[in-house]
Structures are given as C-alpha cells and as structure tokens.
C-alpha cells in the first residue's frame, strides 16, 4: 500500500526507515539551503511590491522579482519532490506532508498565474501586483505549514532521545506503512 495516503499514526511524522532516508539524503541539505534562500527572494519582492504600490516608481523590478521568486518556487518544489520520492517513495502527497503539498499546489497554481498574466500582458501594474500579493500570502501559509512540521520533527526526536532511544532512527513505528 505504499502508493496510497495513509494518515500517521497518533503524532508519528516519520517512521524509523524514513527518518534514516531523510538523514542521509542530499536533498535534504539541498531543502535546507533552498528554503532560506527563497524567503529572502520573498522579502525582497515583496518590499519591491510594496514600495512600487506606494510610489508608482520601479514596476519592472517589482515584476522581474516575482519571476525570480516564482523560479525560486520551483526550484524548491522540484528537489522538494525529489527529497520526498527518496524519503517516502512518492513525489507528492506523502503521508506526513500531504496538507502541505495539497496547499503547495495552490501557492504554485498562483505564481504560475502571475508568470502567465505577466507574458500575455493579461494584467497591468496594480492587478497584476495583487495578484502577486496574493500568491505571496498562500507562500506565507505553506511556509508556515512546513516550519510546523519541521518543529514537529525537532520535538519527535527530542522526545525519542528523551525516553532513552539512543538512535531515534532506528526506533521501530507500530502500524508503519513501507
């Protein structure tokens, strides 16, 4: 049943053999490099958005930096899927991340709108920033969802070492799926 969404059981984020998968993957590194990255991507953009709003003065740059969030997005989501394929055998909808890749999927819908809006020039200046602002306020959102579940997995193994597991990641999961 490895290819069908099974909810955890209690607050288990990984099992033992995914969390080993998770502690010797590259893309693991690569996740962690990329999320903060693409944050300061977004704060920067987003100050742009917000300054040519105000002033009227720097479109151009405003939407050049969506597009290079927007590539940044993708960046993220691609080894994002790569990672979760390695840990969990699947490339989205993966048991503990199933919400958040469910609500990725509107944060890229929406740039991917703004990249499509900005070539067919379909929207102007003002909408076309909204519009960005919108994708932005999802992005803010599944940031948020993943930095839960990362604190989550901080507390899981805290608690693991806590009752006396040396290696957490070897610690066998009741009702596990493989």
């Given at each position: 049943?490895?290819?069908?969404?099974?909810?955890?059981?209690g607050?288990?984020?990984?099992?033992?053999?995914e969390?080993?998968?998770?502690?010797?993957?590259?893309?693991?590194k690569?996740?962690?490099?990329?999320?903060?990255?693409?944050?300061?991507?977004?704060?920067?953009?987003?100050?742009?958005?917000?300054?040519?709003?105000?002033?009227?003065?720097?479109?151009?740059?405003?939407e050049?930096?969506?597009?290079?969030?927007?590539?940044?997005?993708?960046?993220?989501?691609?080894?994002?899927?790569?990672?979760?394929?390695?840990?969990?055998?699947?490339?989205?909808?993966?048991?503990?991340?199933?919400?958040?890749?469910?609500?990725?999927?509107?944060?890229?819908?929406?740039?991917?709108?703004?990249?499509?809006?900005?070539?067919?020039?379909?929207?102007?200046?003002?909408?076309?920033?909204?519009?960005?602002?919108?994708?932005?306020?999802?992005?803010?959102?599944?940031?948020?969802?993943?930095v839960?579940?990362?604190?989550?997995?901080?507390?899981?193994?805290?608690?693991l070492?806590?009752?006396?597991?040396?290696?957490?990641?070897?610690?066998?999961v009741?009702?596990?799926?493989?």
């Amino acid at each position: 049943m490895g290819n069908i969404y099974q909810p955890t059981t209690g607050n288990v984020l990984y099992t033992s053999e995914e969390r080993t998968r998770r502690d010797r993957s590259v893309w693991t590194k690569v996740q962690a490099v990329l999320a903060p990255v693409q944050f300061l991507v977004f704060l920067v953009s987003l100050a742009l958005i917000l300054n040519y709003l105000a002033t009227g003065a720097g479109q151009s740059v405003a939407e050049f930096s969506v597009v290079v969030k927007t590539l940044t997005l993708y960046a993220i989501m691609v080894t994002g899927s790569i990672w979760e394929k390695e840990v969990f055998g699947r490339y989205l909808f993966a048991r503990p991340f199933f919400w958040e890749d469910v609500f990725s999927i509107v944060v890229l819908v929406l740039h991917t709108l703004y990249l499509v809006a900005l070539y067919q020039g379909a929207l102007t200046g003002g909408r076309l920033m909204a519009l960005a602002l919108a994708a932005y306020a999802t992005y803010v959102i599944n940031a948020a969802q993943f930095v839960w579940k990362l604190r989550m997995a901080r507390r899981e193994a805290a608690s693991l070492r806590t009752i006396g597991v040396g290696d957490v990641r070897r610690l066998p999961v009741a009702g596990s799926a493989s």
